[in-house]
């Protein structure tokens, strides 16, 4: 079974630029975390989707941060412009709902540079 | 507000030595404890958790932690470290909506 999956695994852009990044859960998998690390700092929460619906969207910095889940499948992170700060290592993982401990999975990351 | 703090950054150990990072947590309520590591290219693979129960669990890869409520910690253990569990090790906390706190990770380096 394909583990959580993110493309790009290196994002290099400039400053003011737009990227999105994408995450495809494991298949079946109801609930989608984005996470980010940015250099030096430890790995902070974005958003929790639950199916198509933002769960909690607390950890989402500004509003130049954009996260889709269109049909409870994949999701995107689009940030647009991007800023220098942006720079760091975007984690996305999934858990089944229902299960006792929620255990989530983790994909490899997608490394973000804004020069 | 929940927390995590590792206060070690970087730890060195000899191969086949015993390792034990450190780990203290911030939290109001019965903490959902875990220890993730990330190896080079790759995502955060759970080591271990903890919910309730027995405070000594045991995880993969021959690693276990323990909770000790008096002390907030859930420092990880492992009684002889191979050349192939250097790697950064992160430990967090998870609160009633899902969401993961993470401490700010420990690398390890293993010398031969």
């Known amino acids: 079974e394909a583990g959580v999956t993110q493309f790009p695994s290196h994002s290099v852009i400039e400053k003011g630029q737009t990227v999105t990044l994408r995450c495809d859960p494991i298949s079946g998998h109801d609930n989608l975390y984005w996470y980010r690390r940015v250099m030096g700092k430890e790995i902070k929460f974005l958003l929790h989707f639950v199916k198509e619906s933002k769960q909690d969207e607390s950890g989402m910095p500004n509003n130049r941060f954009l996260a889709e889940r269109t049909g409870g499948t994949y999701s995107t992170l689009k940030v647009q412009p991007a800023e220098l700060e942006d720079s760091g290592v975007y984690f996305c993982?999934?858990?089944?709902?229902?299960?006792?401990?929620?255990?989530?999975?983790f994909g490899p990351g997608t490394r973000l540079t804004v020069l | 507000a929940q927390s995590v703090t590792q206060p070690d950054i970087h730890i060195t150990v000899s191969e086949g030595a015993s390792l034990e990072l450190r780990c203290n947590y911030s939290y109001g309520a019965t903490p959902y404890l875990f220890w993730y590591v990330q190896s080079p290219g790759q995502g955060l693979q759970l080591l271990l958790k903890?919910?309730?129960?027995?405070?000594l669990v045991q995880g993969i890869k021959g690693f276990e932690a323990e909770f000790k409520r008096s002390q907030s910690s859930f420092n990880l253990r492992k009684p002889s470290v191979h050349w192939s569990d250097a790697a950064e090790y992160f430990c967090?906390?998870?609160?009633?909506?899902?969401?993961?706190?993470f401490g700010g990770g420990t690398r390890l380096m293993v010398k031969p």
């Open positions: 993982a999934s858990s089944q709902a229902g299960t006792p401990y929620n255990e989530q999975f």
């Open positions: 903890y919910f309730s129960g027995d405070t």
């Open positions: 967090a906390v998870r609160n009633a909506g899902n969401m993961l706190t």
